[in-house]
């Protein structure tokens, strides 16, 4: 095994514990680096920020263009991370939820509110644009619940039968107090 002593804390290590062409081992400079950043915190985030807001179009373009250059990659990566993290992510979306419950309605009703046009249109649109995979998604979904679709067209009808009913009966109750009188 290949071994270097660090300049910083003077621990013989193997090489692959070394950045390449560092005196310093790997954690050393971690360290520093964390050190560095502790003690000029705001500094620091007030220069990203700065550079940020200076190099809005340029970040954004590059953002632009990586996500392209990588888009299958990108789309990949989520789907495997979300494969292996399904039960943990649902869990704290469902945590999220219940403690935000009121919150995110709120939001959600101004936010429709506000944008009710652009998303009409948005709708309208993406219909527009996906008809045919509309078509055939309704399709499959028609085929692959069929028994459920039947079950809760028969509760529905069976609903809708009993209300008819029900108001014939008041109907011929007070019908029946008509007569009476
Ligand atoms: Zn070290």
Not at 55 to 80: D, F, L
Request: charged share 50%; with cysteine; glycine share 0%.
């Amino acid at each position: 095994m290949e071994t270097k002593t660090c300049s910083n804390c003077g621990v013989v290590k193997a090489v692959e514990l070394f950045r390449k062409r560092h005196k310093q081992c790997k954690s050393c400079v971690n360290e520093k680096q964390r050190k560095n950043y502790q003690e000029n915190k705001e500094e620091i985030k007030e220069y990203r920020r700065k550079y940020n807001h200076e190099n809005k179009e340029e970040i954004k373009e590059y953002k632009r263009k990586y996500y392209q250059e990588n888009k299958e990659e990108i789309s990949e990566y989520k789907r495997k991370y979300y494969q292996e993290n399904k039960e943990e992510i649902s869990e704290k979306e469902r945590k999220y939820y219940q403690e935000n419950k009121e919150k995110i309605s709120e939001y959600q009703r101004k936010y429709h509110q506000e944008n009710k046009e652009e998303i009409n249109e948005k709708h309208r649109k993406y219909n527009q644009e996906n008809k045919e995979e509309i078509k055939e998604y309704k399709r499959k979904y028609r085929k692959e619940n069929k028994e459920e679709i039947k079950e809760y067209r028969r509760k529905y009808y069976q609903e809708k039968a009993k209300e008819k009913l029900f108001i014939m009966l008041i109907k011929m109750m007070s019908l029946n107090k008509k007569d009476k009188k």
